[in-house]
Nanobody
């Protein structure tokens, strides 16, 4: 089982940037698609972005395309999320997640088995 710990959340003004990081431990994450999801108050958890095990394929929700960039460093077992041009509607708890099955891709929450504790991102207008 993998343990995931997110960091880097905080309060930022609209138009600003934040960088989230997810550190994996317990097993190498290099064989697994990694993803970021978010959940705003009163809303369901939603897909934000995912990156395949080699880092060669990335997937983004339409709402963040062109503003967010996911990357990974398999040597360090980390996955980062660079968020630019942030909007108030990006406010949510952001979760890092690891896919259930090695060498599979997916963008549904049900595809992911391991989750971090979440980090709060608040964008003020």
């Amino acid at each position: 089982q993998v343990q995931l710990v997110e960091s880097g959340g905080g309060l930022v003004q609209a138009g600003g940037s934040l960088r989230l990081s997810c550190a994996a431990s317990g097993r190498p994450s290099s064989m697994y698609t990694m993803g970021w999801f978010r959940q705003a108050p009163g809303k369901e958890r939603e897909f934000v972005t995912a990156i395949a095990w080699t880092g060669g394929r990335t997937y983004y929700a339409d709402s963040v395309k062109g503003r967010f960039t996911i990357s990974r460093d398999n040597a360090k077992n980390t996955v980062d999320l660079q968020m630019n041009s942030l909007k108030p509607e990006d406010t949510a708890v952001y979760y890092c997640a690891s896919h259930k099955i090695p060498y599979f891709v997916g963008t549904q929450a049900a595809d992911f088995a391991s989750w971090g504790q979440g980090t709060q991102v608040t964008v003020s207008s």
